[in-house]
T-cell receptor, first 111, second 114 residues
């Protein structure tokens, strides 16, 4: 079945450094979603990408969807301590009724 | 977040005991989902329901049961058959009418074994 893989599992950066997490699917995705979960909290939706090669920006966050719609990335420029959390990508499952989530990338930012 | 309410926030289960986690929504959405989250494992789908009186097993349904008697409610029972129930349980529903819409999550229930 479809799997969504994320790398790296963990990333520790100094405040001000950049950060990137990558998401790869074994099959073509109709869309891809990104979520952020703060420590002790629940996942919160960030963005959805639908089109091949799509790039979207939210302030310091840049999201990309690959041309083949099988991979995606999230890049954070000049990280801040408020960026701490786990970032998940998710794609629609083969059933068409649920999402398959990656295992997430946990980001730690030290001042 | 408004719209989905999970209770309790923390729950403890004794050996051989069934426990039920509550999920209520006031968004008038048809679909509801239950996920389990373990450290380093991401979110795994337990059960989902597309409409009242109908539900489907997800990837890890063994040891769990659900009901969907009302549109607003989708309770999850963790049965004694679930031998490793300690986890963070999240209820969600899509923000739109189709499953691939962004998911809106409740605050979750943390279940532990006594």
């Amino acid at each position: 079945g479809q799997q969504v893989m994320q790398i790296p599992q963990y990333q520790h950066v100094q405040e001000g450094e950049d950060f990137t997490t990558y998401c790869n699917s074994s099959t073509t995705l109709s869309n891809i979603q990104w979520y952020k979960q703060r420590p002790g909290g629940h996942p919160v939706f960030l963005i959805q990408l639908v089109k091949s090669g799509e790039v979207k920006k939210q302030k310091r966050l840049t999201f990309q969807f690959g041309e083949a719609k099988k991979n995606s990335s999230l890049h954070i420029t000049a990280t801040q301590t408020t960026d701490v959390g786990t970032y998940f990508c998710a794609g629609l499952s083969n059933s068409g009724y649920a999402l398959n989530f990656g295992k997430g990338t946990s980001l730690l930012v030290t001042p | 977040d408004g719209g989905i309410t999970q209770s309790p926030k923390y729950l403890f289960r004794k050996e051989g005991q069934n426990v039920t986690l509550s999920c209520e929504q006031n968004l008038n959405h048809d679909a509801m989902y239950w996920y389990r989250q373990d450290p380093g494992q991401g979110l795994r789908l337990i059960y989902y329901s597309q409409i009242v009186n109908d539900f489907q097993k997800g990837d890890i349904a063994e040891g769990y049961s659900v009901s969907r008697e009302k549109k607003e409610s989708f309770p999850l029972t963790v049965t004694s058959a679930q031998k490793n129930p300690t986890a963070f349980y999240l209820c969600a529903n899509p923000t739109g009418p189709v499953a691939n819409q962004p998911q809106h999550f409740g605050d979750g229930t943390r279940l532990s074994i006594l």
